[in-house]
């Protein structure tokens, strides 16, 4: 809410500003008071269909001034009393979901982020080729007994890699075993991730925390999710055709198929981190737009920033799927 009187403007106008930066403004809606006071806020009986953001914010008012008008908020006031100024604190809350939804957001897009820190490590210690199958569903736990360990062996020990680069003198089923748990938990990573959407998506849903023109977007992310596993299989195929490697040069995945796995990643994260700042954007913040008037080069700045990151995200994947970083190792940059 945001009290205009002139006495409480500068107080009102930095919580006022706070409690809206989660509103968007179809969301904010003006509230007329019997003493003369206008508010603007969140709530109502109309806009508590819409789910709005659980705020939480104290405003000063003068002693003993009415509010009348608090009821249609759809919320809880209380007051208190200021030692200091004798002022009364009149406190809303306004009850949503919404804040939940940004939460799930931002624990997707986490662990989107940790799946690329695990994908990088799995690639270092070699492991992506030691499982030489695609089982999404009777994939998900690992050989049990000595039987079942001897048949993944096996399985690799006849793929490319092994035959080219392992020595079967000194790679041990201890070895085998160390490679096989990076690659089964980089996997395993990627199935908590499209569990951890599409349970919430579904409950969200089906309580309408969701706003109806966000729905298409949810579909995107999980279509999104499940093109990035298949892509990953798409990649590992690449490094278990002996066809590819006729020619005597190091087993490796494509290193296009490899970009494409990355930037898919980094597409997915993104596209969690967006969408949970754009419910969270401001629907009144006067000096954002004040800022970027003032200083119209940021604009750009900030678009140009982008383009380089992802050009060289992209070409780092490029560079590690063709081995490139080794070609000349002796010189310091």
Not at 72 to 89: I, K
Not at 261 to 275: C, E, N, Q
Request: with cysteine; glycine share 12%; charged share 20%.
């Amino acid at each position: 809410f945001f009290f205009e009187p002139m006495a409480l403007v500068r107080r009102a106008r930095c919580l006022a500003l706070d409690a809206l930066l989660r509103c968007r403004p179809d969301q904010v809606r003006t509230f007329h008071f019997a003493n003369g006071y206008r508010a603007y806020g969140i709530g109502g009986p109309g806009l508590l269909r819409h789910r709005p953001v659980q705020c939480r914010r104290v405003f000063s008012v003068a002693a003993g001034a009415g509010l009348a008008g608090a009821g249609p908020l759809g919320g809880a006031a209380g007051a208190e009393r200021d030692e200091q100024g004798g002022e009364e604190q009149t406190i809303y809350t306004v009850k949503g979901p919404k804040q939940q939804v940004v939460i799930w957001m931002f624990v997707c897009g986490l662990l989107v982020f940790s799946i690329i820190i695990v994908g990088g490590l799995t690639r270092l210690t070699e492991s992506g080729l030691s499982i030489t199958e695609w089982k999404p569903v009777a994939g998900m736990w690992p050989p049990t007994s000595a039987r079942e360990w001897r048949q993944e062996y096996q399985k690799y020990v006849d793929s490319p890699e092994f035959k080219k680069q392992r020595d079967p003198e000194t790679f041990t089923m201890d070895d085998f075993r160390i490679i096989y748990y990076w690659e089964w938990g980089h996997r395993q990573l990627g199935r908590l991730i499209g569990v951890s959407f599409a349970l919430p998506w579904l409950y969200f849903t089906a309580r309408g925390y969701i706003p109806g023109k966000l729905q298409p977007r949810m579909v995107g992310l999980l279509a999104l999710i499940g093109l990035q596993g298949t892509i990953g299989w798409f990649m590992v195929a690449s490094g278990l055709d002996s066809q590819n490697f006729e020619d005597g040069s190091r087993v490796r995945v494509s290193h296009l198929r490899l970009t494409l796995h990355l930037m898919g990643a980094f597409t997915l994260y993104s596209a969690f981190v967006w969408t949970a700042m754009s419910m969270m954007r401001p629907a009144v913040l006067p000096q954002i737009t004040e800022l970027i008037a003032a200083r119209p080069y940021l604009r750009p700045v900030a678009k140009t920033t982008l383009g380089w990151t992802l050009f060289t995200a992209a070409s780092g994947g490029l560079v590690a799927g063709l081995g490139a970083g080794a070609v000349d190792n002796k010189r310091a940059p």
